[in-house]
């Protein structure tokens, strides 16, 4: 069964320091989604992306924030300036069409630590 | 702003009996999804059951089965006859029909153990 893959599985990084979080969502999807956990807390959503641009984004998603879907099969979520409050595990979800009735399917996560 | 409340941090329950998970939810909408999600050990989120909400009937997949009462607005999930790989963190979730938006709001999880 097709998969959402999402490297690295960890991710280690200075505080200030500029990180790139990887995604390659199933490959006939067309809807793609950022979610992040910090320990303890609750799955809370970041950033939906179609049709190369972002279609919704949540108070968390700011400037620091970006996404870009390089080329036909990578989505990624780039943060600026990492601050020690970014660690947390970041999903990635993609979904086949519009229609709501679609599942989105998840990545393992990439768990980032702001050192 | 819709919210999902999950009540129970940790649930356990012994292999092959049942156990309810519970899941409550806030929305001035009519027309919705719910879903439950299953995260392993091994990170991966799963889907393991979806409800829409103008259906009366509750959605069943094999040993997973829900008690959807939307005049309550409860969304229980029930895991029959459980298995050692069942154990996971469950998460309830909640989609709006309407729109553009299709971000899932989450539940903050229950942790389900399986005794053998």
């Known amino acids: 069964e097709p998969e959402v893959t999402q490297t690295p599985s960890h991710q280690v990084t200075q505080m200030g320091q500029e990180v790139i979080l990887r995604c390659v969502p199933i490959s006939n999807h067309l809807y793609f989604y950022w979610y992040r956990q910090i320990l303890g807390q609750k799955v809370e959503f970041l950033v939906s992306?179609?049709?190369?641009?972002?279609?919704?984004k949540s108070e968390i998603f700011d400037d620091q924030f970006s996404v870009e879907r390089p080329d036909g099969s990578n989505f990624t979520l780039k943060i600026r300036s990492t601050k020690l409050e970014d660690s947390a595990m970041y999903f990635c979800?993609?979904?086949?069409?519009?229609?709501?009735?679609?599942?989105?399917?998840f990545g393992d996560g990439t768990r980032l630590s702001i050192l | 702003a819709q919210t999902v409340t999950q009540s129970q941090p940790e649930m356990s329950v012994q292999e092959a009996e049942t156990v309810t998970l519970s899941c409550t939810y806030d929305?001035?909408?009519?027309?919705?999804?719910l879903f439950w999600y299953k995260q392993p050990p091994s990170r991966q989120m799963i889907l393991v059951i979806r409800?829409?909400?103008?259906?009366?009937q509750n959605a069943t997949e094999n040993r997973f089965s829900v008690n959807f009462q939307k005049a309550a607005k409860s969304f229980s999930l029930k895991i029959s006859d459980s298995q050692l790989g069942d154990a996971a963190m469950y998460f309830c979730a909640y989609r709006t029909r309407m729109g553009s938006n299709y971000k899932l709001t989450f539940g903050k999880g229950t942790l389900l153990t399986v005794n053998p």
């Open positions: 929305t001035s909408e009519s027309d919705y999804y």
């Open positions: 409800q829409e909400a103008y259906k009366q």
């Open positions: 992306f179609y049709n190369n641009e972002i279609s919704e």
């Open positions: 979800a993609s979904s086949e069409a519009e229609y709501s009735n679609q599942p989105q399917h």
